[in-house]
């Protein structure tokens, strides 16, 4: 998501509306370390324990902050991935293929670095 349809405030509301999907859909699995991610930079941000303790410096708060875009930035991302999933759930594709999966699927083994040379 670029910058400038980040601030768009109905795509603001869209990301919601997909996160909340994403929260209530029990087909869809999460990555065990996103779960860990999110789960340990919410429990940083409320917990009295942190790096830089706030009655330490007048800059405290930045260690929460840190947390904080750490969760946004790979809800985001986990949001994108579930809207991938959403449209290729609805067209019955699995997303694009690479040369190589296309290639195996035909039966055909095909080098990586040279695509056009084909062996069997």
Do not use: C, Q
Request: net charge neutral; hydrophobic share 40%.
């Amino acid at each position: 998501m670029d910058k400038k349809s980040f601030w768009d405030i109905s795509k603001l509301v869209e990301k919601w509306r997909s996160m909340m999907k994403l929260i209530k859909d029990k087909e869809y699995k999460i990555s065990p370390l996103n779960k860990f991610i999110y789960i340990a930079s919410l429990l940083y941000v409320v917990s009295p324990f942190d790096f830089i303790p706030e009655y330490f410096t007048p800059l405290g708060f930045i260690d929460d902050v840190g947390a904080i875009i750490l969760f946004v930035i790979h809800i985001l991302d986990e949001v994108e991935k579930y809207e991938h999933h959403l449209k290729s759930r609805v067209t019955g594709k699995k997303g694009d293929k690479s040369a190589k999966e296309k290639a195996k699927d035909d039966g055909k083994v095909i080098d990586p670095d040279k695509e056009d040379r084909k062996t069997e």
